[in-house]
């Protein structure tokens, strides 16, 4: 699934200092690249369907990877592509840590 966070602030942080949080928050469970206007957080592992037990007849509706992308702007964007929901918990709580940190209106769902 396909979600968009958006976190407007009051100022735009400085791109080395929102890199450094993407960062600490993702420690070694993630690798961040820039490129271009973003930054893609690369995950580790194959999506997985928590789901498959309980609710078999439903199919997985992800890609092959993991990954997130967050986008440098006022308003921030947080979005994720094809993403199974470890990947949407994780751009989640990146999104709640910036909009907390940088006492910022978050908008959007996971």
Do not use: H
């Not at 690798?31 to 078999?56: C, H, K, N, Q, T």
């Amino acid at each position: 699934m396909a979600r968009d966070l958006f976190i407007s602030l009051p100022v735009l942080p400085e791109k080395s200092l929102l890199e450094s949080v993407i960062q600490s928050f993702f420690g070694e469970a993630g690798e961040v690249e820039w490129s271009e206007d973003r930054w893609i957080v690369s995950l580790p592992g194959e999506p997985s369907w928590p789901y498959a037990a309980l609710l078999p007849e439903v199919g997985k509706d992800y890609g092959p990877e993991r990954w997130l992308e967050v986008f440098y702007g006022n308003p921030i964007n947080v979005i994720t592509r094809l993403a199974d929901p470890y990947t949407n918990a994780l751009a989640k709580g990146l999104a709640e840590c910036i909009t907390l940190y940088w006492e910022s209106t978050l908008e959007g769902s996971v």
